[in-house]
């Protein structure tokens, strides 16, 4: 099991692979690790008790009750889907975040993600419409880049059932996230002729 202070040290490491020349690394974190709740489960996960429970009564009267031996095999991708629906995603999810890591230089914010931070998103600074914070417990929070869903959905940082993220760049679930989105405006001020007054903050 690596530690917090071995993650952040090889999250460093990798991010300053990634810098170009004369760019500075301001700052770097993970997102919070382990199995998450999302306000969105409050809706999901009932929907997946029910989805699951239908199934298998169906599952249960196919095999016992003589049905033709097609339909209990047309079932079984159903069960597999309640089971990722009820359990797995908790686990992707939780996988997903264990190997993302996040960055902001004094140009854009870096999100790496995949095993040894081989895919790279890069969010040019200069060019964000728009950052969102949503503030959390005991300081952590996800700051969104673009246009932030709203509601009860918009808590949820991957899409439930697409086994990934929903393709909206966030620093989702990071510690210290008001100071951090203070450095993330102050960087983009740096760049911006007008001293980043179009920066729209919510």
């Known amino acids: 099991m690596v530690g917090a202070a071995e993650k952040?040290?090889?999250?460093?490491?990798?991010?300053?692979?990634?810098?170009?020349?004369?760019e500075r690394l301001l700052w770097s974190g993970t997102p919070r690790q382990g199995l998450l709740l999302h306000p969105a489960d409050l809706v999901l996960v009932p929907f997946s008790l029910f989805w699951l429970?239908?199934?298998?009564?169906?599952?249960?009267y196919a095999i016992t009750g003589g049905a033709p031996v097609c339909f209990p095999i047309l079932g079984f991708p159903f069960v597999l889907l309640g089971l990722y629906m009820l359990?797995?995603?908790?686990?992707?999810?939780?996988?997903?975040?264990?190997?993302?890591?996040?960055?902001l230089t004094d140009r854009r914010g870096i999100i790496l993600s995949g095993l040894g931070g081989r895919n790279v998103e890069s969010l040019d600074l200069e060019h964000?419409?728009?950052i969102h914070l949503a503030s959390g417990r005991c300081g952590r929070g996800?700051?969104?880049?673009?246009?932030?869903?709203?509601?009860?959905?918009g808590q949820v940082p991957m899409s439930?059932?697409?086994?990934?993220?929903?393709?909206?760049?966030?620093?989702?679930?990071?510690?210290?996230?008001?100071?951090?989105?203070?450095?993330?405006?102050?960087?983009?001020?740096?760049?911006?002729?007008?001293g980043g007054t179009k920066v729209r903050r919510a």
């Open 8 to 22: 952040q040290g090889q999250g460093v490491t990798i991010l300053r692979d990634k810098l170009g020349p004369g």
């Open 53 to 60: 429970g239908f199934v298998l009564v169906w599952e249960y």
């Open 87 to 103: 359990a797995g995603r908790f686990f992707v999810d939780a996988a997903r975040r264990s190997r993302t890591y996040y960055g």
């Open 128 to 130: 964000l419409s728009r």
């Open 142 to 153: 996800t700051i969104t880049f673009g246009s932030a869903p709203t509601g009860l959905w």
């Open 160 to 194: 439930w059932l697409s086994f990934g993220r929903d393709g909206i760049p966030r620093f989702e679930r990071i510690e210290n996230a008001g100071a951090v989105y203070e450095q993330i405006v102050e960087a983009r001020r740096s760049l911006m002729p007008d």
